[in-house]
C-alpha cells in the first residue's frame, strides 16, 4: 500500500473527492470510514453491499457519521438491473415496459417511487437512467434497459424519469454519454465502436441526453466507446472533444460527469485504470467510478496518487482537478438541501396514479407493458415452465431471479420448471420428456439473438403447438405459441404480469 503525500494535502483532498469507489461487505470497512475523513467524497453501492432496506439505512447513516454530505451512488434502474433487491428481482419494470406503455406520467411517478425508497434508505446519488437508443437490436448490454429504438419516445422517457427521480430528492445520473444504444460489443468485456455519421449522432444518440440536460439532470455518465466522427482515438470517457467540446460546450451541460466503471476492459485493458483515470479528468470529467470489480483500499490509494502525481508532473491541470472536485462538492451540496424530499407520501399513495386493487406502481407498469398474441385460453391446471436461460450480461448480473415459475406455481399449484442454456444436450427434448401432459410454458429472453434458443424453441413448438411462450427480453422475433407473451423485460413485477395474463388472472 502507498502513501505519496500529506492527506491533509489539498491536491490530495481534491483527488479523492473525485472517486466514487466501491467497498466489499455490508458494514462500511474501517479504511473507507477514514479515507471518507480525509476527503473522499462519494462511495458507490453494489447488490454486494445490500441485504435489507433497515441494513442499507444503517450503513448510510455511518457513512454521514463521518461526513454529513457525502453521496452515496448506486446503479439502480429497476427492471432487469436491479442493487435494492438483487436477490428477489426487482419490484419496479425497467425502461422498456415504460417506454412500451409510453406515459410519461406513469414513467414519471415510477422513478418517483423508486427515488423515494433509495432516500429512505440513505442513497441520493443514482447511476440512472439510460438514456440509450437502442438501435440495434443485436445490444448485448442495452437492450431492455433502453427505453425504446424510437429517438423520440426515449427522450421524453428519459426527461420523466429524470424529473421523478430527482423529484425524490435523489440525483439522476443519465448514462451513457454519447450514447450506446448502436453496439454490438459489451463495454465490459472491450472497446465497442460505432461508426456512424454526425448527423446521425445528433438527430439519434445526442437527442435523449439534450432532453436529460434540458430536464435538469445532476449528473451524465460517459460511455466507454469509440466514435471515430467525434474522436478517432480516444473512447468517450478519455476524449477532451466528446466530454468538454460536445457535452460542456455545444449541449451547455453544467453537471457532474461521471465515468462508468474505470475496470471494465474497454478501458482498463487498453489504458489501465490509473492512466485511465488521469486521462478522463483531463477529458472533463468530474468523478470516476470504480468498484464493480477493484473494492478495495489499495485502488483507491492507487487511484488517488496517479491523480496527485499527474497534477504535480504537469500532465493534469491543478485547476481542472480542482474544477471537478468542486462540482463533486456541489452536489453534494444539493442532496443536502433536498434531504427529506421523499417524505411525503408513495406513488402508490397518490390519487390517480395506481390504479388497480391497491398494487404497487411497478406492478400497475408491469401489467399494463404485458402485450398477448394468440387466441389460445388460458392455463387453468399445472404447468412445466421451461426456462431457456442465457448467460446474463455484467450489468444485469446472473444472481437476480427472473421467470413466470415462481408466481404461476403459486397461481397453479403443481405446476413445475426446468432451466435450460446454451450447454444443454437436446434441451427440447428434455422440455418434452419432462412436461409429460401438462401443458408447456417456454420462458426466453431475447431469443432472436441465440440461435440454440430459437432452435429448440422451434422444436417444442413442433411438437406441442400449445405451448405458450413468455418473451421476457426483447420481442423482436415474430410471436410464436398458441398465446405469446411479451413482457419488454425479466424484473420480478413482469414475471408476476406475464403469469396473471397466461392463467387470466390479473385485473
Known amino acids: 500500500m502507498t502513501t505519496l503525500v500529506s492527506t491533509t494535502d489539498t491536491v490530495t483532498r481534491d483527488a479523492l473527492a473525485v472517486l466514487q469507489p466501491g467497498f466489499t461487505g455490508t458494514t462500511a470497512p474501517d479504511w473507507l470510514l477514514r479515507r471518507v475523513g480525509e476527503g473522499l467524497a462519494s462511495v458507490g453501492l453494489f447488490g454486494r453491499n445490500i441485504h435489507s432496506p433497515e441494513q442499507l439505512a444503517a450503513l448510510t447513516a455511518r457513512l454521514r457519521a463521518e461526513r454529513d454530505d457525502v453521496l452515496v451512488a448506486i446503479d439502480e434502474e429497476g427492471g432487469d438491473v436491479t442493487r435494492l433487491e438483487v436477490r428477489s428481482g426487482s419490484s419496479f419494470p425497467g425502461n422498456l415496459a415504460l417506454g412500451a406503455v409510453d406515459d410519461v406520467d406513469l414513467t414519471r411517478a415510477v422513478a418517483r417511487e423508486l427515488g423515494r425508497r433509495l432516500a429512505e434508505c ?3 446519488l443514482n447511476w ?22 424510437d429517438t423520440g419516445l426515449v427522450a421524453r422517457h428519459t426527461a420523466a424519469y429524470v424529473e421523478g427521480l430527482q423529484a425524490a430528492g435523489v440525483a439522476a445520473c443519465t448514462k451513457h454519454f454519447p450514447g450506446h444504444g448502436d453496439t454490438a460489443v459489451d463495454s465490459h468485456h472491450a ?8 448527423d446521425t449522432l445528433h438527430t439519434r444518440e445526442l437527442v435523449p441526453f439534450r432532453a436529460a440536460v434540458a430536464a435538469g439532470s445532476k449528473a451524465v455518465m460517459s460511455a466507454h466507446i469509440l466514435l471515430p466522427a467525434l474522436d478517432p482515438t480516444r473512447p468517450a470517457t478519455l476524449s477532451p472533444q466528446i466530454l468538454t467540446g460536445l457535452l460542456r460546450q455545444e449541449l451547455g451541460y453544467e453537471g457532474l460527469i461521471v465515468t462508468d466503471g474505470m475496470e471494465m476492459d474497454a478501458i482498463a485493458g487498453t489504458y489501465g485504470i490509473e492512466r485511465g483515470s488521469v486521462l478522463a479528468i483531463a477529458a472533463g470529467a468530474d468523478a470516476i467510478c470504480v468498484g464493480g470489480g477493484l473494492a478495495d483500499e489499495e ?4 487511484l488517488r496518487d496517479a491523480l496527485v502525481t499527474a497534477v504535480r508532473d504537469g500532465e493534469l491541470p491543478e485547476e481542472r482537478l480542482a474544477d471537478a472536485a468542486a462540482r463533486v462538492r456541489a452536489l453534494a451540496s444539493w442532496t443536502q438541501g433536498v434531504r427529506g424530499a421523499a417524505s411525503g407520501p408513495g406513488a402508490d399513495e397518490q390519487e390517480g396514479t395506481a390504479p388497480g386493487a391497491g398494487a404497487g406502481i411497478g406492478l400497475v407498469a408491469a401489467r399494463r407493458a ?8 388460458p392455463l387453468d391446471g399445472p404447468a412445466y415452465v421451461a426456462a431457456f436461460t442465457p448467460v446474463a450480461n455484467i450489468a444485469v448480473g446472473d444472481e437476480t431471479p427472473w421467470g413466470v415459475a415462481a408466481e404461476l406455481s403459486r397461481i397453479l399449484p403443481g405446476t413445475e420448471t426446468g432451466t435450460y442454456g446454451s450447454g444443454s444436450v437436446a434441451p427440447a427434448a428434455e422440455v418434452l420428456r419432462a412436461a409429460g401432459e401438462r401443458r408447456i410454458v417456454a420462458v426466453v429472453r431475447d431469443v432472436h439473438r441465440h440461435g440454440w434458443m430459437s432452435a429448440a424453441l422451434d422444436e417444442v413448438l ?4 400449445d405451448t405458450v411462450v413468455v418473451e421476457m427480453g426483447l420481442p423482436v422475433a415474430p410471436p410464436r405459441g398458441a398465446l405469446h407473451v411479451a413482457t419488454h423485460g425479466a424484473a420480478r413485477v413482469c414475471g408476476v404480469a406475464a403469469a396473471e395474463a397466461i392463467t387470466g388472472t390479473g385485473v
Not at 440512472?128 to 429504438?149: E, K, Q, T, Y
Not at 485502488?299 to 492507487?302: C, G, H, I
Not at 413442433?462 to 403447438?465: G, Q
Open 299 to 302: 485502488t483507491v490509494l492507487r
Open 128 to 149: 440512472a437512467p439510460s438514456a440509450d437508443v437502442n438501435s440495434n437490436p443485436g445490444n448485448p448490454v442495452i437492450g431492455v434497459r433502453s427505453f425504446g429504438a
Open 122 to 124: 440513505g442513497v441520493n
Open 462 to 465: 413442433r411438437a406441442r403447438p
Open 191 to 198: 472497446l465497442p465502436r460505432i461508426d456512424v455519421d454526425l
Open 370 to 377: 404485458v402485450t398477448v398474441t394468440g387466441t389460445a385460453g
